[in-house]
């Protein structure tokens, strides 16, 4: 928006900050109030693959995260559902779909924005590197965070912040 603009349609930013603060004092507990969660973690994340050895190679060669398994999809024949190690336990999953006509990735309001991963902060440097040298394009945030796309054009975030701290605030 330019200066000349008029600004009636920005947000009310400090009304979003005040029923931001409301939801915090009505839900938030201090780490030694809440209760347990009743899950154990994040089994997978799916991410629709348009070709699997180019998603492997981009996964496993370049990001370093090796791939686990790849069996058939038994949801749809011919597919094929195959799995990435991403630490801790968690996985990240792909589908893809021959013959089946998907389209490009689109990043919508209600779908997923980004999907963020944590890695040591010594690796991290040294994946923004490997990123640079296969002409990966990317950004840096903050020094943490580096975005860029995969293949079919899924937003990846690399984060070197510890799991559980987002720039220095404890979220879990």
């Given amino acids: 928006m ?3 603009e008029s600004t009636t ?10 029923e931001r603060e409301r939801i915090r004092q009505a839900h938030l507990r201090p780490a030694g109030e809440r ?6 973690g994040l089994h997978h994340t799916a991410l629709i693959s348009s070709d699997v050895e ?11 995260f090796p791939l686990t398994e790849l069996i058939e999809n038994r949801d749809y ?14 996985l990240l999953a792909f589908f893809d779909f021959p ?6 990735y689109a990043e919508v309001l209600g779908g997923l924005h980004h999907m963020a991963i ?13 990123l640079t ?4 394009a990317h950004e840096v945030h903050s020094g943490v965070s580096v975005y860029f796309t995969d293949p079919d054009g899924a937003r990846i975030e690399l984060i070197a912040d510890p799991l559980g701290e987002m720039y220095g605030h404890h979220v879990l």
Avoid at 9 to 18: N, Q, T, V, Y
Avoid at 77 to 90: A, L, Q, R, W
Avoid at 99 to 104: A, E, F, K, N, S
């Fill in 35 to 40: 209760p347990e969660s009743t899950a154990r």
């Fill in 2 to 4: 330019s200066t000349t």
């Fill in 9 to 18: 349609d920005s947000p009310d930013l400090a009304a979003i900050e005040a």
């Fill in 99 to 104: 013959g089946l006509d998907v389209g490009p």
């Fill in 77 to 90: 024949p011919g597919s094929s559902h195959f799995f990435f190690d991403i630490g801790n336990g968690n």
């Fill in 133 to 136: 040298e296969a002409g990966v």
């Fill in 54 to 64: 180019r998603t492997v190679r981009f996964y496993q060669d370049v990001l370093g």
């Fill in 118 to 130: 944590s890695v040591a902060p010594d690796r991290w440097e040294k994946l923004v590197e490997r």
